[in-house]
């Protein structure tokens, strides 16, 4: 499932990305930043929302994940099906 939800995710990512005002990057580095200081500062604030977008697509996939063998088999034989981490 993680590598099936990897192309989507970065997907996500990359539109975030992509809808960064390239005059706000510009503006910092007349400003005087270095890279670090853009990304902590423009960057990340911008994309933070697909970190959060990313997360609930992951953990609601885990959650079925675990349910759909919890339901079929509730744990038999001697709970060998139950989801290891």
Do not use: C, H
Not at 4 to 26: F, K, T
């Amino acid at each position: 499932m993680t590598w099936q939800m990897s192309g989507y995710i970065m997907i996500i990512y990359i539109a975030y990305i992509q809808g960064i005002p390239r005059s706000l990057v510009e503006a910092s580095e007349i400003d005087g930043a270095n890279s670090f200081e853009r990304f902590r500062y423009i960057i990340f604030p911008l994309i933070a929302p697909a970190f959060t977008v990313s997360m609930f697509l992951t953990l609601s996939n885990s959650f079925k994940i675990f349910d759909q063998n919890v339901a079929l088999t509730a744990g038999a034989p001697y709970n060998s099906t139950v989801v290891k981490e």
